[in-house]
């Protein structure tokens, strides 16, 4: 398809840089699939949408293809990527080493607010879950895990691994996987909590690992039942 429907206005707001608002308006339409895989972007269309010039709609393009969310084809224009099972099997295994070393990092750094805020994120999510709300669960998961992630200090490893959990959020969203086990979930977040309240850099590293990567089979499961 050639043209798209994005229900959610787009309100610019300044002095925020236009690229970077472009950038999260688009980046959030794809990963929470209002924009589907393998649709075309179309500058004309969105310049139209937008009412802004198309310099800026180029730019934010260029951001999204280096965060793996689109490509470029010559002659041909922009399109969302389409997601594989290649692309999940290399995503998760990374990923599950970079969070590990997040959360080994974060027994050095986090203070009694992150602590309160991830009780407050872990609190949200059960009681998001008892009305099986995915959308609100899984916003609610990525906050517990980006205060640990922040904790780390650590930009460079930070900046890596949002771009692989923005992804992964993706994957979820693309192929619809609504099948989290929420009992099993809420029981290993409150562990890794506490093992990192204990600063127990070795267990926080070793079960943020295995969280991720039996979140990698149990996926890789629904997709072949599919």
Known sequence: MNSFVIEEGFNPQYPVPLVNQITEFL???ITEGRIENGQRLVESELQRKFKISRAPIREAFRVLEKNGLVVLIPRKGTF???ITQK???ENFPIRACLEGLAARLATSNLEPKDIKRMESA???MAEEAKKN???S???YHNEYHEFFINASKNDTLISI???LRRQAIWFRFSYLWHQENYEYAIRIHREILDFLIKRDADQVENLVKEHIMIALDRF???LGSN
């Open 27 to 29: 980046t959030n339409a």
């Open 87 to 89: 692309d999940i099997r």
């Open 137 to 139: 669960y899984f916003k």
């Open 133 to 135: 709300n995915f959308g």
């Open 161 to 163: 691994v949002e771009n």
């Open 80 to 82: 969302v990527r389409k």
């Open 122 to 124: 872990l609190s949200r």
């Open 220 to 222: 890789l499961q629904f």
